[in-house]
T-cell receptor
Framework: GAVVSQHPSRVICKSGTSVKIECRSLDFQATTMFWYRQFPKQSLMLMATSNEGSKATYEQGVEKDKFLINHASLTLSTLTVTSAHPEDSSFYIC??????????????FGEGSRLTVL | SQQGEEDPQALSIQEGENATMNCSYKTSINNLQWYRQNSGRGLVHLILIRSNEREKHSGRLRVTLDTSKKSSSLLITASRAADTASYFCATERTDSWGKLQFGAGTQVVVTP
């Protein structure tokens, strides 16, 4: 079964509203989670790394105030797209940090959340 | 910048044929991973190959890694219609633990 649960799988919202996406680690405690965005027919681009108990680390070019990331517990990370606009429409996917030793080992992704902003 | 570049971008084959796709990268890596993504779905981990490994098998999948050429290949043997999906390589760089850089992907269509 899934080890990373993401919700909602689909969301449609009006321009200007905020949308929250949840990512849960089901079988282990994750001090970090990674958030990716994927536009249609394109690859995944890393947006940010959430850190339990501290601020998220954002990749270059990603607006911190636009994409609020919170990692309130060892099993839950959230991504909030604030004041969403049509250009924010995308597929957002979270990923656990891995359980390997020397490197990350096998990684697990959430099922993704498709956001459509009208 | 994109770490992994894949070719071909698209591949159309018939059931039973083999599918080969390649991935190139630019920096030193800890490992390289291959993922499958069905349309509109999340990613499914297929296989991980570490930087000190040269070849790995998993069922009908065979992955090679050539660190001198900074390239990897994924071979799917005896393809099935259910193998239709996009395939991505992803690298974990030695200077950024935990972060994966994805290639552009290869869209594979297997026709019955």
């Amino acid at each position: 079964g899934a080890v990373v649960s993401q919700h909602p799988s689909r969301v449609i919202c009006k321009s200007g509203t905020s949308v929250k996406i949840e990512c849960r680690s089901l079988d282990f405690q994750a001090t970090t989670m990674f958030w990716y965005r994927q536009f249609p027919k394109q690859s995944l681009m890393l947006m940010a790394t959430s850190n339990e108990g501290s601020k998220a680390t954002y990749e270059q070019g990603v607006e911190k105030d636009k994409f609020l990331i919170n990692h309130a517990s060892l099993t839950l990370s959230t991504l909030t797209v604030t004041s969403a606009h049509p250009e924010d429409s995308s597929f957002y996917i979270c990923r656990d940090p891995g359980r390997g030793g020397r490197d990350t080992g096998e990684l697990f992704f959430g099922e993704g959340s498709r956001l459509t902003v009208l | 910048s994109q770490q992994g570049e894949e070719d071909p971008q698209a591949l159309s084959i018939q059931e039973g044929e083999n599918a080969t796709m390649n991935c190139s990268y630019k920096t030193s890596i800890n490992n390289l991973q291959w993922y499958r993504q069905n349309s509109g779905r999340g990613l499914v981990h297929l296989i991980l190959i570490r930087s000190n490994e040269r070849e790995k098998h998993s069922g009908r999948l065979r992955v090679t890694l050539d660190t001198s050429k900074k390239s990897s290949s994924l071979l799917i043997t005896a393809s099935r219609a259910a193998d239709t999906a996009s395939y991505f390589c992803a690298t974990e760089r030695t200077d950024s633990w935990g972060k994966l850089q994805f290639g552009a992907g290869t869209q594979v269509v297997v026709t019955p």
